[in-house]
Nanobody
Framework: QLQACGGGLVQAGDSLRLSCAAS????????LGWFRQAPGKGRQFVAG????????YNVDSVKGRFTISRDNAKNTEYLQMNSLEPEDTAVYYC??????????????????WGQGTLVTVSS
Protein backbone atom coordinates (compact mmCIF):
# COMPACT_ATOMS: atom_id res chain seq x y z
CA GLN A 1 0.00 0.00 0.00
CA LEU A 2 1.19 3.47 -0.88
CA GLN A 3 -0.31 6.57 0.65
CA ALA A 4 0.42 9.97 -0.88
CA CYS A 5 -0.17 13.24 0.89
CA GLY A 6 0.96 16.85 0.89
CA GLY A 7 -1.06 18.31 -1.94
CA GLY A 8 -2.98 21.55 -1.68
CA LEU A 9 -3.82 24.91 -3.19
CA VAL A 10 -0.89 27.26 -3.62
CA GLN A 11 0.06 30.29 -5.66
CA ALA A 12 2.51 30.35 -8.51
CA GLY A 13 6.05 30.47 -7.19
CA ASP A 14 5.21 28.63 -3.99
CA SER A 15 6.57 25.27 -2.84
CA LEU A 16 5.02 22.01 -1.74
CA ARG A 17 6.46 18.75 -0.50
CA LEU A 18 4.64 15.57 -1.33
CA SER A 19 5.19 12.44 0.71
CA CYS A 20 4.37 8.85 -0.06
CA ALA A 21 4.46 6.37 2.78
CA ALA A 22 4.40 2.65 2.20
CA SER A 23 2.74 0.18 4.50
CA UNK A 24 2.26 -3.55 4.53
CA UNK A 25 5.51 -4.23 2.72
CA UNK A 26 8.88 -2.68 2.15
CA UNK A 27 9.62 -0.90 -1.11
CA UNK A 28 13.35 -0.51 -0.56
CA UNK A 29 13.90 -2.98 -3.39
CA UNK A 30 11.77 -1.02 -5.85
CA UNK A 31 12.32 1.94 -8.09
CA LEU A 32 10.00 4.70 -6.93
CA GLY A 33 8.39 7.34 -9.05
CA TRP A 34 5.93 10.20 -9.21
CA PHE A 35 3.38 10.68 -11.94
CA ARG A 36 0.78 13.36 -12.46
CA GLN A 37 -2.49 13.62 -14.30
CA ALA A 38 -3.93 16.98 -15.27
CA PRO A 39 -7.65 17.33 -16.07
CA GLY A 40 -8.43 15.82 -19.45
CA LYS A 41 -4.91 14.46 -19.93
CA GLY A 42 -3.14 11.16 -19.51
CA ARG A 43 -0.90 10.16 -16.65
CA GLN A 44 2.55 11.68 -17.07
CA PHE A 45 5.84 10.57 -15.55
CA VAL A 46 7.40 13.32 -13.43
CA ALA A 47 10.38 11.87 -11.59
CA GLY A 48 11.92 8.59 -10.57
CA UNK A 49 14.58 7.40 -8.16
CA UNK A 50 16.63 4.23 -8.01
CA UNK A 51 16.51 1.71 -5.19
CA UNK A 52 19.41 3.20 -3.30
CA UNK A 53 18.65 6.78 -4.28
CA UNK A 54 21.92 7.24 -6.16
CA UNK A 55 20.19 7.85 -9.48
CA UNK A 56 17.32 10.18 -10.25
CA TYR A 57 15.53 11.23 -13.38
CA ASN A 58 13.13 14.13 -13.93
CA VAL A 59 11.22 15.15 -16.98
CA ASP A 60 12.48 18.35 -18.58
CA SER A 61 9.47 20.41 -17.55
CA VAL A 62 10.32 20.04 -13.85
CA LYS A 63 14.12 19.96 -13.93
CA GLY A 64 15.61 22.49 -11.57
CA ARG A 65 12.29 22.84 -9.74
CA PHE A 66 11.30 19.38 -8.48
CA THR A 67 13.48 17.00 -6.48
CA ILE A 68 12.65 13.40 -5.74
CA SER A 69 14.13 11.64 -2.74
CA ARG A 70 13.55 8.58 -0.61
CA ASP A 71 14.18 7.33 2.89
CA ASN A 72 14.28 3.55 2.83
CA ALA A 73 14.44 3.37 6.62
CA LYS A 74 11.06 5.12 6.73
CA ASN A 75 9.73 3.36 3.62
CA THR A 76 8.85 6.78 2.25
CA GLU A 77 9.50 8.82 -0.87
CA TYR A 78 9.20 12.56 -1.34
CA LEU A 79 8.75 15.09 -4.10
CA GLN A 80 9.93 18.57 -3.24
CA MET A 81 8.29 21.00 -5.65
CA ASN A 82 9.59 24.55 -5.88
CA SER A 83 8.69 27.46 -8.13
CA LEU A 84 5.33 25.90 -8.86
CA GLU A 85 3.54 26.97 -12.02
CA PRO A 86 -0.15 26.77 -12.95
CA GLU A 87 0.85 24.10 -15.49
CA ASP A 88 1.85 21.88 -12.56
CA THR A 89 -1.78 21.60 -11.49
CA ALA A 90 -2.66 17.91 -11.43
CA VAL A 91 -3.33 14.91 -9.27
CA TYR A 92 0.04 13.51 -8.26
CA TYR A 93 0.52 9.77 -7.81
CA CYS A 94 3.38 7.89 -6.23
CA UNK A 95 4.28 4.52 -7.63
CA UNK A 96 6.69 1.63 -7.23
CA UNK A 97 8.28 -0.47 -9.93
CA UNK A 98 10.05 -3.79 -9.72
CA UNK A 99 11.98 -3.04 -12.90
CA UNK A 100 15.64 -4.01 -12.88
CA UNK A 101 16.53 -1.80 -15.83
CA UNK A 102 17.05 1.85 -15.02
CA UNK A 103 14.20 4.14 -14.03
CA UNK A 104 11.07 3.38 -16.04
CA UNK A 105 9.02 6.30 -17.31
CA UNK A 106 6.02 4.29 -18.47
CA UNK A 107 3.14 3.88 -16.05
CA UNK A 108 2.77 0.29 -17.26
CA UNK A 109 6.02 -0.62 -15.53
CA UNK A 110 4.80 0.46 -12.11
CA UNK A 111 2.81 -2.20 -10.27
CA UNK A 112 2.00 -0.32 -7.08
CA TRP A 113 0.21 3.01 -6.91
CA GLY A 114 -0.86 5.48 -4.28
CA GLN A 115 -4.30 7.04 -4.32
CA GLY A 116 -3.18 10.46 -5.59
CA THR A 117 -2.99 13.89 -4.02
CA LEU A 118 -4.28 17.04 -5.72
CA VAL A 119 -1.96 19.96 -6.35
CA THR A 120 -3.58 23.17 -7.55
CA VAL A 121 -1.44 26.14 -8.49
CA SER A 122 -3.18 29.46 -9.01
CA SER A 123 -1.70 32.23 -11.12
Amino acid sequence: QLQACGGGLVQAGDSLRLSCAASGRTFSGHVLGWFRQAPGKGRQFVAGISRTGDRKYNVDSVKGRFTISRDNAKNTEYLQMNSLEPEDTAVYYCAASGSYWGIPTSADEYAYWGQGTLVTVSS
